[in-house]
């Protein structure tokens, strides 16, 4: 890219940033009709080629990644204390005194007292956000910084909102906190206590890893409760309000409802255990049953619809929901249910069609931060890669997230619809840079190769997304395969014999291109996301001979890992991963293709329900004023401490809604027109 280009680029950027910084609305925004099925006016089309910003973006993005990695070195710095404590443990296991010393400390000690900003306490976050903030006389950025009730309140002094509708929160994968109600053996110690959250859980990661791992897995046989133990999901809004002090996670958005009026008779948070499969958690915990009485009650007793405000997988298990209760072997509430009880679905930062990181969890046991941070640190750190695929490969709930709609929505070995360029090959963009004191080029991978391998063996050849997952089906136990097929579908319907076909299969119901919205022609689905962020896509992979599958019972799959040499030709590969845009975790087509053009087609939609489709790019402060991104940040996470994507929900909830209309701001049209489903 030329020094003028990037000029350019960069002074448009700012000219946007200040537009809306005095509230125009510089993005497409229209009023979504009723019917649902026309999709938001895009962008001019572009020529085929390189995108005359796309290398700015890519830089951009590595930047923001690069300085994700910084902000966590104060807590590998902490978390390495903890560690060599540990290690005194498993070195010489024997040596009681040693535990028991370290056991007495830890009972007294605060692990997020070594923690760096959103990991501390509220209180030293408060004091150091004031302090650093360059701008201390913006009250938005301190309220925002310090968690008091914005823009909630702000939207109750100039808009007047208040509550109306009954609000149900449901959270993603590994936001619900899970605590142990087993009494026998190792469990004793951590009866109702939380092995999933909080600091026992890093307690019991340090001090009794092997009692963990036994409490997190499922039984790989009945894909329920192993024999003697027992792990439920929190209930109550502190449920999954704070991942552990100071982290918060829907936090934010409770006390913006709060702000609103709203309290725990017409809040709820749905927490749910998430290492099941939406089968099972019907089967065993009665979710959906509970979830279906919840609004029934709520409904008779104040007349006013529910609206659900999931996020992540959340948005899974509700469409899960609302194909469960209308059916005959579900709930059992007729075609009407949903338009009677439910006003609007917000999915925030939904991943309707899948996330590419599962299927490296679940391949190699390389969970590349498909659990939290902190979370993934220890466990990095604490277990290899076989012990890592042992326990995700017993969640159930976990394939969930696989990628829905093969090689049509996810591409194939010539391209894909979201590559960053046009055409579909490997090409060449210029990119600023010195080598030898000249500048020089860098290939751009496709997508389209979910998994690449360079090693030239004739066993392993590129592998599609449909590829990939007959890989993966191969490397999983008899009984892991047994029950990932009894739970999930991955393809596509592409007519209405085939939707009508499977409509009670429940198989397809987590899968929005193999069944249809509901009859619900006065209910509204919101999809609130982030866009921007750098975001796993598609990987290189080797061969490994200390894989994750050894001593499994199906030896026909070969072993296998993110291959992390170093590709300084290929401007997108970073550690063997493809990087593309999205939103840090779910890629952009996964979070915006349903929204902005499937759901629009009366083949998904037929009876006309509402799509809006809102979007955030992510715009973090620097780490030094505040370490989550502050009120712009959009990412996976943190879009639930966004304002704008807050002041949102707050509007639906207090019933102005319609008031609400697309707003699209990425390449997201552009790359749902790549797309051919074969529907209308």
Known sequence: MSQDSRDGTVRQRRGVQRAQSSGTDISTAIDTPRHGSETPADKEPEADGVSPVLGYRLAKLSLQKRTGRRRWFIAGIAIGVLAALGGIVYVNPTQNTHINWVQELLGDFEVTSLLPDSLLPDDFVRDMSRLLAMDGSDPAATSHATGEFEPALTLVREEALEKMHNVILVPGIISSGLESWSTSNCSRPYFRQRLWGTSTMFKAILLDKECWVEHMMLDTRTGLDPPNIKLRAAQGLDAADYFITGYWIWGKAISNLAALGYDSNDMTLAAYDWRLSYYDLERRDQYFSRLQSRMELSYRATGKKTVLVAHSMGSQVVQYFMNWVGSEEGGRGGPSWVDTHMEAVVNLAGSTLGVPKTLSSLLSGEQRETVQPLASYLLDHFMNRKDLARIFRSWTGLPSLLPKGGNAIWGDCDGAPDDLVADTTDVTVATEGSRNGHQHAQATVTYGSQLRFDSGNAEFQNQTMEGALQ????????????????????????????????????????????HQLPNAPNLTIYCLYGHGAVTERAYHYTEDSAGANGGGDNHRAPELRIDKTPRPHLYNVETGVVNGEGDGTVPLISLGYMCADGWRKPLFNPHGVRIVTREFEHTPLAAFKDIRGGEQASDHINILGNRAATADILRVV?????????????????YARRVDIGAN
């Open 471 to 514: 890989l993966l089906f191969r490397a999983l136990s008899k009984d892991g395969l047994r029950l990932l097929q009894r739970d999930y579908s991955y393809g596509l319907f592409r007519t209405q014999e085939e939707m009508d076909a499977h409509r009670d299969d429940h198989r397809a119901w987590t899968n929005p291109l193999q």
């Open 654 to 670: 207090a019933g102005r809604g319609h008031l609400i209309k697309d707003h699209v701001t990425s390449d997201i049209m552009k």
